[in-house]
């Protein structure tokens, strides 16, 4: 069967989850994770055939739907889909292989995260935001250049751990999670806490942190409401109202009706 026909011939629910990525790599390309025709997301084939991965030549903004994906091997070898792959495919490979937790991952070069990647102190936490905030983050410091070899894929996943994210030295970061959500609203939280802490460094006046103690209460106190890779629901749903606005050309802050009220 040809990449192509294989394409064609995938079931619904899969080519509803990859619609699902499309729109979650547009979500990044909106909270200011584009770069060019650089980064790119991943999804475990529920088939276990490997993981569907963007294709490369095209930016985040610009993933439409299902056939904006190639399926790989586990070895980065190309089983469907039109296009050429990244060729940081090992990230997301050994990703896969050393979290059996994890189903969907992304890699990307916000400004202010990856100007915080050259940084050699720890993130520090400026702005407690619940559960739904990553703690701080592994760095990965093997090198600066490209991740397109496995043993370099596997000793970021090390590097990585038990972890959703991990920052890459003078590179970028890679986030993961459960589900498609998790990795978007993992990365567009680091992005947030990466230009909180460059901008209280570079103020100039006296600052403090909040200790441990503050942290643990929130976010054990935001579990229930967004918490990503424990849920994520409200702020998911918020990205796909607003990514929603964006497309059909309007305001992406403000809502032309009321937002219906959740049911509980």
């Given at each position: 069967?040809?990449?192509d ?6 079931s619904a629910?899969?080519?509803e ?23 790119h997301?991943?999804l475990?084939?529920?088939d ?7 294709r490369a030549?095209v930016?985040?903004?610009?993933i ?8 790989l ?5 190309k089983?469907?889909g039109a ?8 990230i997301?490979?050994e990703?896969?292989k ?7 991952s992304?890699?990307t070069h916000?400004?202010?995260?990856s100007?915080?990647t ?6 520090p936490?400026?702005?407690p935001?619940?559960?739904?905030q ?11 250049d490209?991740?397109?070899?496995p043993e ?16 890459l030295?003078?590179h970028?970061?890679?986030?993961c999670?459960?589900t498609?959500?998790d990795?978007?609203?993992?990365a ?11 901008t209280i460094h ?6 403090g ?10 976010r ?5 409401l967004?918490a990503?890779?424990a849920g994520?629901?409200?702020l998911?749903?918020?990205?796909l ?17 009321p937002v219906?009220?959740?049911?509980r």
């Amino acid at each position: 069967m040809s990449t192509d026909t294989a394409t064609a011939a995938m079931s619904a629910a899969l080519r509803e989850q990859l619609d699902e990525l499309a729109r979650a790599c547009r979500i990044l390309e909106m909270e200011g994770h584009g770069d060019r025709v650089f980064g790119h997301m991943a999804l475990r084939d529920p088939d276990g055939r490997g993981f569907w991965m963007k294709r490369a030549g095209v930016a985040l903004g610009e993933i439409h739907d299902a056939r904006d994906f190639v399926l790989l091997s586990m070895e980065g070898k190309k089983l469907a889909g039109a296009g050429r792959s990244h060729g940081e495919w090992p990230i997301h490979s050994e990703i896969f292989k050393a979290r059996a937790d994890v189903n969907a991952s992304a890699h990307t070069h916000p400004f202010y995260a990856s100007v915080y990647t050259a940084c050699e102190d720890p993130l520090p936490i400026v702005v407690p935001r619940s559960a739904n905030q990553p703690p701080t983050p592994p760095r990965w410091e093997d090198t600066s250049d490209l991740i397109t070899r496995p043993e370099q894929g596997r000793s970021m996943a090390a590097a990585m751990g038990p972890h959703y994210c991990v920052l890459l030295r003078n590179h970028g970061i890679v986030t993961c999670g459960p589900t498609i959500k998790d990795p978007v609203i993992v990365a567009i939280a680091l992005e947030k806490m990466c230009r909180e802490a460059l901008t209280i460094h570079g103020s100039g006046m006296r600052f403090g942190y909040p200790d441990s103690d503050e942290l643990a209460i929130k976010r054990t106190s935001g579990a229930g409401l967004d918490a990503t890779v424990a849920g994520g629901g409200a702020l998911w749903s918020y990205y796909l109202r607003k990514l929603a606005r964006v497309e059909a050309g309007g305001d992406p802050l403000i809502a032309t009706r009321p937002v219906p009220i959740a049911k509980r």
